[in-house]
C-alpha cells in the first residue's frame, strides 16, 4: 500500500501532510490529511479520527479547523480522510445537490446500483485507511478515537457504537444523530441502501442505541444558532436514547454558534483534551 505525498507543511512543530493514494475500497483515488506532532524518534502517538461532513474534502478542517496547536501539544496524530470517491467516472447526485454523492458519501458502503461499486466509506475508514495510515505513519493503533462534524458526526458515533474495542473516545460537533428521521439521511439511506428500513439501523446512531449498541460516552457540541439544528440534527434524540440505556452524554447547547468552521475552531481544543485524556497509557 503506497502513498504519495501531495504537500508537507512544518507547524507548531510537527507536520501536516496531504497525501494521496489508490483506493482499493472505492476503486478511486483517496486524497487525506494526517498532522504528526513533534515526537521522540521512535514514540508511537495516539491518533484521532475526524470524520467530515456535506460538501467536505479533507482541507475543510485542515485548513480551518484550527486543531494543530492541541494535537502538538497533546501529541496526537490527527487524520482526516474525504467524505466520498470522487472522479470522473463516479456517478453523483442526479440534480448535483450538495447533499448526495460526490461530498455526501455518509460513510456507508451503498448496496444500490449505480453507487454499490465506488461509494463504500464505511470500509475505507474502519478499515482500508486505518491500515494505510498504521503502516505508514507513528500510529499506536491501541489508543484510536475519532470525532466528527454533522454527516461526519453521524459517521463518527457510529463507527465507535459499531467498534467500541477499537476507539477509545468519540465526539461530534452538530452530529446527525437519527439520519433515518431526517431529511438528509433519508434521501442518503434511501439512495445508498435502498428502501429497507432496516437496512439502515446499523447506520443511525440513535437506533444503533435502541438495538443494544454500548459505548463508554460521547461529548457532542451543538449550536443553538445552527440552522440544520431543529430539522437535521435533532440532538435531543441522542439525548433520549443515551439516557435510557444509560450511556453518558456530555450534550453542550453553545448560544449563539452555528453549524460553520468558526464553531467546530472554537470547541475543537476541548474536544481533543478530552480525547487526549481517554488515549492516555
Ligand atoms: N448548502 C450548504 C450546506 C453545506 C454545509 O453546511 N456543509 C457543512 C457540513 S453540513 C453536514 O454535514 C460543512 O462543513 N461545509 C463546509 C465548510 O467548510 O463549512 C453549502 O453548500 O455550503
Known sequence: MT???VSTNKSYGGVQGVYRHVSQATGTDMV???YVPPHADGARLPVVWYLSGLTCTHANVTEKGEFRKACAELGLIFVAPDTSPRGPDVPGDANNAYDFGLGAGFYVDATEAPFARNYRMWSYVTDELPKLVA?????DAKRQSVMGHSMGGHGALTVALRNPHRYRAASAFAPIVAPSQVPWGIKALTGYLGPNKDAWRSHDTVALIEDGAKFSGFLVDVGEADNFLKEQL????LEAAC???NIPLTLRRQPGYDHSYYFISTFIGDHL?????KLKG
Open 32 to 34: 487525506f490529511s494526517v
Open 234 to 237: 435533532k440532538p435531543e434524540l
Open 273 to 277: 483534551h478530552w480525547h487526549a485524556e
Open 243 to 245: 439516557s435510557k440505556a
Open 135 to 139: 503502516g505508514n505513519f507513528p500510529v
Open 3 to 5: 502513498i504519495q505525498t
